[in-house]
């Protein structure tokens, strides 16, 4: 986003305050001069109110671009509130005021544009989607020949462990595995990483690794021949498209994940994207999918040449920009 920005002409300048309360005071304090616009960055609600208070201050539009929900991550992702109690409305009340002060809110999928309008109640015609997307420069297409596919194929999943990804369902696929010799590789450190390496015991087709530098991971990328996305049961799971994906896809690799209608609907009715759907939580879809795919090398190969094409028709940078372009449209000169 920050190099989008950059080359339409914008000159991003960073403020980090050290109270999120008082950042309005903090900003004047400093003579953080006047911008054209305060764009408020994923995961910061702490910095909505006094973000909203100084740009009002100086008549300028504010964009927040939260990623997630605070209320969402605590009700639905970690379940650790009753939707009756009163913590819970405090917190929905909370966000929805804090969403209100944006005049203009960007969400990463349809499926969270939906999520804002009807349970924080932001106005629709404040709503932008804007795809996180891969950056091009780094995440770039490798395809492979069918002929040159490694034995034992390898799937890997990478991410941080949590329940939204579920990584367990992975060792169980392994486990019910009966196909044509894979090697199961999870990369990461999580919450649910010691679980599976438990579960995992006894299975020598397993294999697990530490996160390595962001800069080395499309050659990790590079180096599996099918990709594993997410697949999580609770509905936050279905209103996400996960980074690895997005950069999977640019790497051309076919990636395996749980089906969502966070993807545009003309990829979900896509035959042949690169992108193979099983349902949520569902171990055996995962295990019986990978055996297709490891049994038909060229549809392999068909399935990488189609992940870049996907990559590059709904997730490239050339989208992002436009959809960038409207959320800032109607706000500044």
Not at 302 to 329: C, D, I, M, P
Request: aromatic share 10%; hydrophobic share 45%.
């Amino acid at each position: 986003m920050r190099k989008l920005l950059v080359e339409m002409g914008w000159q991003v300048k960073d403020f980090h305050p050290k109270l999120a309360a008082v950042a309005d005071w903090e900003a004047w304090l400093h003579r953080v001069p006047k911008p054209d616009l305060v764009w408020v960055p994923c995961f910061r609600q702490r910095d909505l109110a006094a973000a909203s208070r100084w740009a009002r201050r100086h008549g300028i539009p504010l964009i927040f671009d939260p990623l997630i929900s605070a209320y969402d991550k605590q009700m639905d992702e970690r379940g650790k509130l009753n939707v009756a109690s009163s913590r819970a409305r405090r917190l929905l009340s909370w966000e929805r005021m804090l969403f209100r002060r944006a005049n203009r809110v960007v969400a990463d999928t349809p499926s969270h544009a939906d999520y804002f309008a009807q349970v924080l109640e932001v106005g629709r015609k404040n709503i932008e989607v804007i795809y996180v997307g891969a950056e091009e420069a780094l995440f770039r297409p490798q395809l492979y020949l069918a002929e040159n596919l490694r034995v034992p194929l390898e799937v890997l999943f990478y991410g941080s462990f949590i329940p939204l990804q579920a990584p367990q369902v992975v060792i169980e696929a392994a486990r019910l595995y009966r196909g044509a010799p894979v090697k199961w590789v999870l990369l990461g450190q999580g919450p649910l990483r010691k679980i599976c390496e438990e579960r995992a015991q006894g299975l020598a087709n397993v294999a697990f690794e530490d996160w390595l530098p962001y800069e080395k991971l499309p050659e990790r990328i590079h180096q599996a021949d099918i990709l594993l996305g997410v697949f999580g049961t609770t509905p936050k799971a279905g209103r996400v498209i996960p980074n690895k994906v997005f950069q999977s896809l640019a790497c051309g690799r076919p990636v395996v994940t749980r089906s969502a209608g966070a993807y545009p609907e003309a990829l979900i009715a896509e035959e042949n994207s690169g992108l193979e759907w099983i349902p949520a939580g569902d171990a055996q879809a995962l295990a019986d999918r990978v055996a297709i795919l490891v049994a038909n090398p060229d549809k392999l190969r068909q399935l990488g040449e189609a992940a870049v094409e996907t990559s590059h028709q709904y997730f490239s940078e050339t989208v992002v920009r436009r959809q960038l372009k409207n959320a800032l449209e109607g706000l500044v000169a």
